[in-house]
C-alpha cells in the first residue's frame, strides 16, 4: 500500500512540474484516454474526454506569462484498483497587469489497468477567500 501511495504522489509531483514547463502532452498521460471526467475550477460545468481537460490547462497557462501550480499535503486512500488522492493547490499567475495567487482543494480518483494507474474523475474547487488555505 505504502509503496502504490508514494507512487500516485510522485505521479502528481511529476503532472504539477509539466504543468509549470506548459508540457500538456506529458500532464495528459497521467489521465485516462476514453474514461476520464470533472469538475474544474475555472467554470461550472462538468468536463469530460482529454480535450476538454487541455482547454482547461491552457485556460490557466494562457492567463498570465508566468504561472506556477503547486500541491501540498496529499493523502491517498487505496480500494483494491481504484484509489483516491486529495490535496491542496496552489497557483500563481503572474505578468504585467496580473499578480494573483489562487487556493483551493482537489480529488483525483485513480483506476489501476494492466498494471498502470490513470485519473478518471477529478474534482477542483477554489477556497473561499480567507478560508481553506493551507
Do not use: C
Not at 509503496?3 to 495528459?28: K, S, W
Not at 482543494?105 to 480567507?130: C, D, L, M, N, P
Amino acid at each position: 500500500m505504502e509503496e502504490v501511495a508514494r507512487q500516485l504522489i510522485e505521479m502528481e509531483e511529476q503532472a504539477a512540474r509539466a504543468f509549470n514547463r506548459g508540457d500538456l502532452d506529458t500532464i495528459l498521460t497521467f489521465f485516462h484516454p476514453q474514461e476520464f471526467s470533472g469538475f474544474s475550477s475555472t467554470k461550472y460545468d462538468r468536463i469530460h474526454g482529454l480535450r476538454e481537460l487541455r482547454k482547461t490547462f491552457e485556460f490557466y497557462l494562457g492567463e498570465a506569462e508566468g504561472v506556477h501550480y503547486a500541491i501540498s499535503k496529499p493523502e491517498v486512500q487505496l480500494y483494491g484498483g481504484a484509489a483516491v488522492v486529495t490535496f491542496y493547490w496552489e497557483v500563481r499567475l503572474r505578468g504585467k497587469k496580473l499578480r494573483e495567487t489562487l487556493h483551493g482543494r482537489a480529488t483525483h480518483v485513480y483506476i489501476e489497468q494492466e498494471g498502470r494507474w490513470r485519473v478518471v474523475h477529478e474534482h477542483f474547487s477554489k477556497a473561499v477567500r480567507g478560508k481553506g488555505v493551507e
